[in-house]
């Protein structure tokens, strides 16, 4: 392995034995598969994928909570399977919404003695923890029973603990899960002055935000049913799609009109449609700008009335949709695990 | 957020030294045991559940015995029966079922995935267990002197001193153990715990000399640490000695030495075990598979 690289995975697989009934077969569950994957030191890396795509099995395979059942991964030098203790003192991990510490300890107290897990020395980790709480604007609720903060206050405690240890490799999955705006923007600016600081920091963020993917992630890999599906720079990845022009259009009830009828206009490559509560958005990808005239006359046919008509620049959700054949979250309304 | 000032980005710089071994072990165990003696003092349905509950129990056996014209060392026995019970609750509801809501909480990953031992967890978990119950066992002795009386002749302090450390190190001991079998079997290890609460009170002898149980049903139950540390704390603190005792002094340190052992290396065991297949199966460190 490079020395740049503070992750690396090579053929990564994970399977999953599903417990039932005894009578039953146990039934697997490929939660990853022929996972290939580097990220340079210093890199802010993004895993982009819908619920259940494998990406949380990733991290806990990274993070070593879980054996890979094929090929191997390793983090910062070391194989996450064969040596976790070699690992384990430069990584650590933040979950969205997760409820760790405990509610009787203040947030200082609870940050405390994760630190001490660590080995960061006691004077050290309580300046510290003043100094994070101050930045992510949670300075004046540190005496504050943790159990008595709002979920967005518990999340930017969390957030702290993750980076109160120093890791040289850092693992956020979904950390803006049910933040609001502000809190939201204040831990993606906060992500970006840690990595800033230090050069040889690494990040991995997991996501299905696509919008924060591409706001902060230097590379990101698209990741559905366990499989990476593309690895690139969100530009790169967005190129892709360049050569055809995207239309979001939202229409009244749809009347009947099905995706697949969309698809089989000429010219279209890709159509996903998502409901709204005023009707349906839907997302189509044009060879020409020309075919636009026989969606519409396609609408008129089925008395479905557009509502709002846009061209638009690619994004990292048309990447997906253009990789799976489907919305993000239409993949996640299909029943993933 | 505000931009951030010079104090902030310091402390977005490296640390120049972080603990590791013998070190990190014994702040881990300081730091796990923080939220026992600490946080739970905040809580104040202690006083109800560890207090209260057990002072009814006391009071009711003072009175059973008195109508009985008991010898008046039994309320003795009661009262420090009363104390005890506080560390076998704590054991059998607190630090048994800790590590399986530590997993439901999302903290068991968290220390798992840390550079710490899980037996350094472990070990604080019951230090600062037993250190806050600690507290409770000695409100409640103290209430048994004040409220029936109860005198105490200490015939070796040293004695005492060691049957107590071995019988809370075999006791702790065991509830590690079973931390990590509540952990492995959840619910129907909940199931036994429930199961086990009211016999283990009367074979172990909280209310009464275990003296006055058939042998081997006291020598069944010498098995759990509080059989024999209550018997030879009894010796040691009422002037009746050896008079109500099940074994001597001398024969329950031994085997509340043994028992330490064989728990505390057990739960290593265990815990080893239950680390493994936490990786394995991935089926430890969450409940959905």
Redesign the interface.
């Given at each position: 392995m490079s020395a740049s690289l503070a992750i690396e995975t090579k053929d990564l697989g994970r399977i999953?034995?599903?417990?039932g009934s005894k009578k039953e077969t146990r039934k697997e569950l490929i939660a990853l598969q022929d996972v290939n994957l580097t990220v340079e030191r210093g890199e802010l890396f993004g895993l982009l994928g819908p619920n259940g795509a494998g990406k949380t099995t990733l991290i806990?395979v990274l993070?070593?909570?879980?054996?890979p059942t094929s090929g191997w991964a390793r983090v910062a030098g070391a194989d996450v399977h064969a040596e976790?203790?070699a690992v384990?003192?430069r990584?650590?991990?933040v979950?969205g919404g997760?409820?760790?510490?405990?509610g009787?300890?203040t947030v200082k107290?609870n940050l405390?003695?994760?630190?001490?897990?660590?080995?960061?020395?006691?004077k050290?980790a309580n300046?510290?923890i003043e100094?994070?709480l101050?930045?992510?604007?949670l300075k004046d609720r540190m005496h504050t029973?943790s159990s008595d903060l709002s979920t967005g206050l518990r999340q930017k405690m969390n957030i702290v603990r993750g980076f109160l240890t120093?890791p040289e490799v850092l693992f956020l999955d979904e950390p803006t899960l049910g933040l609001d705006v502000g809190a939201m923007?204040?831990v993606r600016?906060?992500i970006l002055?840690?990595l800033k600081?230090?050069k040889e920091r690494t990040l991995l963020l997991t996501t299905h935000y696509m919008a924060e993917a591409d706001e902060l992630c230097d590379r990101v890999a698209i990741i559905n049913k366990g499989r990476v599906l593309a690895c690139d720079r969100p530009s790169v990845l967005k190129q892709r799609l360049q050569k055809d022009a995207l239309f979001e259009i939202e229409v009244s009830p749809l009347n009947g009109l099905t995706q697949q009828m969309l698809v089989d206009q000429a010219e279209v490559t890709k159509a996903a449609i998502s409901e709204t509560e005023k009707g349906a958005k839907l997302s189509l990808s044009l060879v020409e700008e020309s075919a636009l005239a026989r969606i519409i006359n396609l609408f008129t046919q089925k008395d479905v009335k557009v509502m709002n008509l846009n061209k638009r620049e690619p994004t990292l959700e048309d990447v997906f949709v253009d990789l799976v054949g489907r919305s993000m979250a239409e993949e996640e309304s299909n029943g993933q695990p | 957020?505000?931009s951030?000032?010079p104090?902030?980005?310091?402390?977005?710089?490296?640390?120049t030294?972080?603990?590791?071994g013998w070190?990190?072990f014994v702040?881990?165990i300081?730091?796990?045991a923080?939220?026992r003696i600490?946080?739970?003092q905040?809580?104040v349905s202690w006083l109800v559940f560890d207090l209260i509950m057990p002072m009814l129990a006391v009071i009711a056996y003072v009175f059973v015995y008195r109508a009985l014209n008991a010898p008046e060392e039994y309320i003795g026995f009661v009262v420090m029966g009363g104390a005890m019970t506080a560390f076998w609750m704590n054991i059998l509801w607190s630090m048994s079922s800790q590590l399986y809501w530590e997993k439901e909480?999302?903290?068991l990953?968290?220390?798992?995935?840390?550079?710490?031992s899980m037996m350094a967890?472990l070990l604080g978990m019951a230090l600062g267990g037993m250190l806050a119950t600690a507290l409770r066992a000695l409100v409640v002795t103290l209430l048994g002197i004040f409220l029936f009386g109860v005198t105490y002749a200490v015939s070796s302090y040293v004695q005492l001193f060691l049957v107590f450390m071995l019988a809370m190190v075999a006791l702790y001991g065991m509830g590690m153990m079973m931390a990590s079998a509540f952990l492995l079997f959840g619910r129907e290890a909940w199931h036994m715990a429930n199961l086990a609460q009211e016999p283990i009170f009367l074979a172990s002898g909280f209310y009464f000399p275990i003296k006055s149980l058939p042998f081997w049903v006291a020598a069944g139950a010498s098995i759990i640490p509080l059989t024999l540390g209550m018997d030879a704390m009894r010796q040691l603190v009422f002037a009746t000695g050896f008079q109500f005792g099940f074994l001597t002094v001398q024969t329950e340190i031994i085997i509340l030495a043994v028992l330490s052992v064989v728990f505390v290396v057990t739960a290593k065991v265990m815990l080893g075990y239950i680390e493994k297949i936490?990786?394995?199966?991935?089926?430890i460190?969450e409940s959905r598979?």
């Open positions: 999953y034995k599903l417990r806990k993070t070593t909570l879980l054996s976790p203790e384990r003192p990584i650590n991990m979950s997760e409820s760790s510490g405990y009787l300890l107290e405390w003695m994760f630190s001490q897990f660590y080995g960061v020395p006691s050290e300046e510290r100094a994070l101050e930045m992510v604007g029973k120093e923007r204040d600016r906060f002055d840690w600081a230090d | 957020m505000d951030p000032n104090r902030s980005l310091a402390a977005l710089r490296p640390y030294h972080k603990n590791t070190r990190l702040s881990t300081l730091a796990r923080y939220p600490i946080g739970q905040r809580e909480q999302g903290n990953a968290l220390y798992i995935m840390a550079p710490n967890i936490a990786v394995r199966e991935g089926r460190t598979r």
